[in-house]
Every structure is written in structure tokens, then in C-alpha cells.
T-cell receptor, first 114, second 115 residues
């Protein structure tokens, strides 16, 4: 049981480039989330999804897009990368709102924009 | 909006000793859930313990226990018999019972375990 798998683990982008961070889960969780973690700060919610075909913005959605065509996959798209997007990105999933078992997180993607 | 504050950026504990990590939160809600997550160097976030606000009894999971003071809006984590594998960043998190899609995190506390 792999849980939540994120790829890549590390990436360096140049300003203005685009990329997609991949996230897949094999637990049949209906909720999925993207967070970013900046040094000295807690995780901030970028986007979330409550099921296939349904996505919504979190606290810091600007500069990002998501899609949820299947229950398993929830990719995060960065368009026109900026230095402010340098961060560690975490994908997470949960059954329902995560009250009973919390969230299951991936191991993160460290992104540097130069 | 809810906020979570972890006032200790870093803590150290001797192996086999006990350490307490602090967390306070601000909310006007009466029904909510609180969590402690552990983030080891592997970066994976691991759920340590959870507490429902409507329960007066403090949650316990093996060597991990919490001191939940609802009136004071305090939610501290106690780790007993500390082990080297406990070394990690610990995050306190809040989730409203009404707003299902948002987990609010504190800034984290780095725990170092000395042998």
C-alpha cells in the first residue's frame, strides 16, 4: 500500500517556466489537498478537492491550477514560475474531512525557482 | 479566522526523558478537532495524536499524550521516554467541525533528542 505518492522529489525551475507536480493515492480517499510549506511557517492550503471533478481554492491559490479527473490523481500545475513559489509542496488525502484518521501526506516536492 | 501558535521554535530532550511541546490556538468556535503531526527528515507528515474538543478526557497514544485546556485554548503534547526516533519537526493543527476542508497548521517545533 503506497499511500500518497508525489513526483518529483526535487526540481529546479527557471523563472517563467511551467511544470506539473504529480500526486496519486491508492487509498480511495475522496478528499485531496495541496499544501506549501515555507521555512518557519506552517503549511498553507493551495487547493483542495472533495471528489473527482470538484476542486476549490485554498488560502494561497494564485499562480497555481489543479484538476481532479480521477479519484486517485490530483496534479498541481505551476504556470509562469516565480521565485515566490520556491517552497516544499505537500499533497495529502483523507477519507471525508480527515477527522478520524487525519490526513495522509506524501513525502513532498522541494521546488526552487531561480 | 483561526490561528495556531507554537511558541517554541526548537526544543531538546535527553533520551528516555520527558518533553512537552506547546500549542495555543485562537477560535470562536466551540466544536473542533486538534492534531499533532510529526515530520521526520524524510519530510513525510505522520499523524501522532488527535483530540476532539467536545471530549474532556485527554487523548493518549502510547508514549504520546496531550494536555487539552479548552478554556485556555491550549493543546500541548507530552512525549514520555523520548527516543532517538522522536527527533522531528512537530506541527500542531486545528480543524473546524464546520469547515471541513481546511486544516490550519502552526509553524512547527523542531525536537532534538540527545543520546
Amino acid at each position: 500500500n503506497a499511500g500518497v505518492t508525489q513526483t518529483p522529489k526535487f526540481r529546479i525551475l527557471k523563472i517563467g517556466q511551467s511544470m506539473t507536480l504529480q500526486c496519486t493515492q491508492d487509498m480511495n480517499h475522496n478528499y485531496m489537498y495541496w499544501y506549501r510549506q515555507d521555512p518557519g511557517m506552517g503549511l498553507k492550503l493551495i487547493y483542495y478537492s472533495v471528489g473527482a471533478g470538484i476542486t476549490d481554492k485554498g488560502e494561497v491559490p494564485n499562480g497555481y491550477n489543479v484538476s481532479r479527473s480521477t479519484t486517485e490523481d490530483f496534479p498541481l500545475r505551476l504556470e509562469l514560475a516565480a521565485p515566490s513559489q520556491t517552497s516544499v509542496y505537500f499533497c495529502a488525502s483523507s477519507y471525508g474531512g480527515g477527522l478520524i484518521y487525519g490526513y495522509t501526506f506524501g513525502s513532498g516536492t522541494r521546488l526552487t525557482v531561480v | 479566522a483561526q490561528t495556531v501558535t507554537q511558541s517554541q521554535p526548537e526544543m531538546s530532550v535527553q533520551e528516555a526523558e520527558t518533553v512537552t511541546l506547546s500549542c495555543t490556538y485562537d477560535t470562536s468556535e466551540s466544536d473542533y478537532y486538534l492534531f499533532w503531526y510529526k515530520q521526520p527528515p524524510s519530510r513525510q507528515m505522520i499523524l501522532v495524536i488527535r483530540q476532539e474538543a467536545y471530549k474532556q478526557q485527554n487523548a493518549t497514544e502510547n508514549r504520546f499524550s496531550v494536555n487539552f485546556q479548552k478554556a485556555a485554548k491550549s493543546f500541548s503534547l507530552k512525549i514520555s521516554d523520548s527516543q532517538l526516533g522522536d527527533a522531528a519537526m512537530y506541527f500542531c493543527a486545528y480543524r473546524s467541525a464546520m469547515v471541513r476542508n481546511k486544516l490550519v497548521f502552526g509553524a512547527g517545533t523542531i525536537l532534538r533528542v540527545k543520546s
